[in-house]
DNA sequence: ACCCTACCA
């Protein structure tokens, strides 16, 4: 590895932009970007990439005519701290000339030219601006990462671009997938054909390559295999501790438990080093930690100390910690896949990918060189996958299909993906979105329901649910349970030393009916609480404050929604809703996920045939409910749920709601006798 | 009788 540095030593913030990687090749990226209709980009962390091309762009003329420049991130912080970092770059007021919009929040103005964005935001925009009119350039920033919203904005760009010659795409991509992005954008028929009218010279698509700006990063392999690698990245600290120079450590496990196991191992570890020896801080870091809590890792170590973070994957690209010098790469993430045949979604620990251990070991050296531990042989990075498998070909793809009906792409099959999901996922998606009622039987979008059910911001049975509340008149708290259920695995903080806490707080709000009556006690217990004491009291009763606000948002925009589609909403009072008229409201959503009390206390899925006689598939038709819901161990004959989930070989159901037989025979309409008829 | 990686509208 080459292991000179350069004199512009300087952290990235403080580099004057003309110093840049990227402006070194600023004349030739804006030369094909004015030739080539589609340009994948690789650019390296460091390169300057998302701050500075939008400038050129803008520069060279591309915002004339009114027209703007969207870049689109896959996370909503990206798309915020760059348009801020870019307005004071060239100097004007964020909102202005530079703005950004995620949800909730849409910081741009008549004057916006440069525009930063999540993906969803513009796939949103494109349901109603289907040619993107308002865009002369879109450039989809970290393509790699190939996150849901990226993969499908990639396919309908790839369509909308054929109906906007003028439309310039840049895609920016890590090394290792920029080839595939070309392909996708140049291997169909149609493709082939296009390539076929362009004059000599000139592509369809271009790979052009920015090189990054980073310190050297040494990677070091263990020779044989660990047998646990929990132990050794605990081992490792240690080592590191008594063997290296000074610097933090960043250290990636999978979950919170490892986590909490590994700091425990180290403060006990570090009570044994003799006191005037440099000691170890150990500070946890995963997403389900509160802002609060998280900003430790922020700060600097106390006098004599030693930084361990230890980390989930968020701190592979969404969390930056400065002044990283050793990383422990342990190897491995969780990540969630789902079964079509089943309905199952599982979480399992898998190894990474080499982009992900790639992209580990650049997490140091941001700064200065630093070093990175495998915690696997070299020969297993090399037999790792390439990247990982996109999210789209192991995900629940009724979202991703209903919306991609609504942008009128009526024949699914026939859709050009980056990558072409396994086509049961698809059948299982159309089955659940006809059950329903989104989609007619010949597959089309019904109106208005198919058609609203797409534009609400909410998985589609929950925006069933909601749209069928305003014929029960419960409208009002299925609006609260919906938003709730979109942030509900944060509600109720359970640190390990405070379970017990948040136990006794939560039988507070306790409905006997199940989880959605519960969350509905809290949003009302949260909302009647003074604006000003919202805060002292989600702390006293161990919830999450900023959950609460979220759900207290998204209420806000779905009420909107059903404003616009029900002007006289406001003389309906629902006020008077029963429990059981909300729960039979449930129901019309959630149907297709029902299940019924076995003599053990398990449950059997309804419409699952196969453990009634009791042969060989009885133990794997078993659901348990989940420890999470208040209905763990609680007696009830039929039930509905949210959530079907594998852990450790059992199924788990959560957000579960007592229901009766009938109402699940009402709402589902047939929909179990035809499916026993089929099998 | 036991735990949810990460992220979007």
């Given at each position: 590895m080459d292991r000179d540095i350069d004199d512009d030593a300087l952290p990235s913030l403080y580099r004057p932009s003309t110093i840049l990687p990227i402006s070194r090749h600023k004349r030739a990226l804006l030369y094909t970007i004015e030739t080539t209709p589609i340009t994948i980009l690789i650019g390296?962390?460091?390169?300057?990439?998302?701050?500075?091309?939008?400038?050129?762009?803008?520069?060279?003329?591309?915002?004339?005519?009114?027209?703007?420049?969207?870049?689109?991130?896959?996370?909503?912080?990206?798309?915020?701290?760059?348009?801020?970092?870019?307005?004071?770059?060239?100097?004007?007021?964020?909102?202005?000339?530079?703005?950004?919009?995620?949800?909730?929040?849409?910081?741009?103005?008549?004057?916006?030219?440069?525009?930063?964005?999540?993906?969803?935001?513009?796939?949103?925009?494109?349901?109603?601006?289907?040619?993107?009119?308002?865009?002369?350039?879109?450039?989809?920033?970290?393509?790699?990462?190939?996150?849901?919203?990226?993969?499908?904005?990639?396919?309908?760009?790839?369509?909308?671009?054929?109906?906007?010659?003028?439309?310039?795409?840049?895609?920016?991509?890590?090394?290792?997938?920029?080839?595939?992005?070309?392909?996708?954008?140049?291997?169909s028929e149609e493709d082939e054909k296009e390539i076929q009218t362009l004059e000599k010279g000139q592509e369809l698509a271009r790979i052009v390559s920015v090189e990054g700006k980073v310190f050297p990063v040494d990677i070091l392999y263990l020779e044989s295999p660990a047998e646990d690698y929990v132990e050794k990245a605990i081992e490792t600290v240690y080592d590191i501790h008594l063997k290296e120079g000074p610097g933090d450590i960043l250290v990636f496990l999978t979950g919170r438990s490892e986590i909490d196991h590994a700091i425990d191992k180290i403060?006990?570890?570090?009570?044994?080093?003799?006191?005037?020896?440099?000691?170890?801080?150990?500070?946890?870091?995963?997403?389900?930690?509160?802002?609060?809590?998280?900003?430790?890792?922020?700060?600097?170590?106390?006098?004599?100390?030693?930084?361990?973070?230890l980390s989930t994957p968020i701190s592979e690209a969404s969390v930056t910690v400065p002044g990283i010098t050793f990383i422990i790469d342990t190897g491995f993430h969780k990540i969630r896949s789902y079964n079509p045949h089943t309905c199952i979604s599982s979480l399992t620990v898998t190894p990474i990918s080499q982009a992900s251990a790639t992209q580990r070991a650049g997490r140091a050296g941001r700064t200065k060189p630093g070093k990175c531990f495998r915690l696997y042989p070299e020969s297993?990075?090399?037999?790792?996958?390439?990247?990982?498998?996109?999210?789209?070909?192991?995900?629940?793809?009724?979202?991703?299909?209903?919306?991609?009906?609504?942008?009128?792409?009526?024949?699914?099959?026939?859709?050009?993906?980056?990558?072409?999901?396994?086509?049961?996922?698809?059948?299982?998606?159309?089955?659940?979105?006809?059950?329903?009622?989104?989609?007619?039987?010949?597959?089309?979008?019904?109106?208005?329901?198919?058609?609203?059910?797409?534009?609400?911001?909410?998985?589609?049975?929950?925006?069933?649910?909601?749209?069928?509340?305003?014929?029960?008149?419960?409208?009002?708290?299925?609006?609260?349970?919906?938003?709730?259920?979109?942030?509900?695995s944060s509600i109720f903080l359970d640190h390990a030393d405070s379970a017990k806490l948040t136990a006794s707080k939560k039988r507070n709000f306790t409905a006997d009916e199940g989880d959605h009556l519960t969350l509905l006690n809290v949003f009302l217990a949260f909302s009647s609480q003074p604006e000003k004491k919202k805060a002292r009291w989600c702390h006293d009763n161990a919830l999450n404050h900023q959950s609460l606000l979220r759900a207290a948002s998204i209420r806000t925009q779905l009420a909107r929604f059903l404003e616009r589609w029900y002007p006289d909403l406001g003389s309906r009072t629902s006020s008077l809703a029963t429990e059981t008229t909300i729960r039979k409201c449930l129901v019309k959503g959630l149907f297709p996920f029902a299940a019924k009390m076995q003599p053990d206390g398990s449950f059997r899925l309804a419409g699952d045939t196969?453990?009634?006689?009791?042969?060989?598939?009885?133990?794997?038709?078993?659901?348990?409910?989940?420890?999470?819901?208040?209905?763990?161990?609680?007696?009830?004959?039929?039930?509905?749920?949210?959530?079907?989930?594998e852990a450790r070989g059992k199924r788990y159901i959560r957000e579960v709601t007592k229901v009766q037989r009938e109402w699940v025979v009402e709402a589902g309409g047939g929909y179990y006798t035809v499916g026993e008829k089929k099998r």
């Open positions: 390296e962390t460091g390169s300057g990439k998302t701050t500075q091309l939008p400038q050129y762009l803008d520069e060279a003329g591309w915002t004339k005519n009114g027209k703007m420049i969207a870049c689109t991130q896959p996370r909503r912080v990206a798309a915020t701290t760059v348009a801020m970092r870019v307005a004071e770059e060239m100097g004007v007021r964020l909102g202005e000339e530079v703005g950004y919009s995620i949800r909730f929040e849409d910081s741009t103005s008549p004057r916006t030219k440069i525009k930063y964005m999540t993906d969803g935001m513009l796939l949103r925009e494109i349901l109603v601006d289907p040619l993107l009119t308002k865009y002369s350039v879109v450039m989809v920033d970290e393509a790699h990462e190939r996150s849901i919203s990226t993969d499908l904005l990639l396919g309908v760009l790839k369509k909308i671009r054929r109906k906007r010659k003028d439309l310039r795409i840049v895609i920016s991509s890590a090394t290792l997938q920029a080839e595939e992005f070309l392909h996708f954008f140049t291997c403060s006990s570890l570090t009570s044994q080093l003799p006191s005037r020896s440099p000691q170890l801080l150990p500070l946890p870091l995963y997403a389900g930690l509160t802002t609060e809590q998280q900003l430790y890792v922020f700060e600097p170590a106390p006098e004599n100390h030693r930084k361990v973070i297993a990075f090399l037999s790792l996958p390439v990247s990982t498998i996109p999210e789209l070909q192991r995900s629940d793809l009724a979202p991703v299909i209903l919306q991609l009906k609504a942008l009128g792409v009526d024949n699914i099959a026939r859709f050009h993906f980056p990558s072409a999901p396994p086509p049961e996922l698809v059948a299982r998606a159309l089955e659940l979105l006809y059950t329903l009622g989104a989609l007619d039987s010949y597959g089309k979008l019904t109106r208005p329901f198919g058609l609203r059910l797409a534009e609400l911001p909410l998985p589609p049975p929950l925006a069933a649910i909601v749209l069928s509340s305003i014929d029960h008149n419960c409208h009002q708290q299925i609006l609260s349970i919906a938003s709730m259920t979109s942030v509900s196969r453990s009634a006689n009791g042969n060989r598939g009885e133990e794997q038709g078993k659901v348990y409910v989940h420890p999470s819901s208040v209905l763990f161990n609680r007696k009830a004959e039929w039930v509905v749920f949210q959530q079907l989930e």
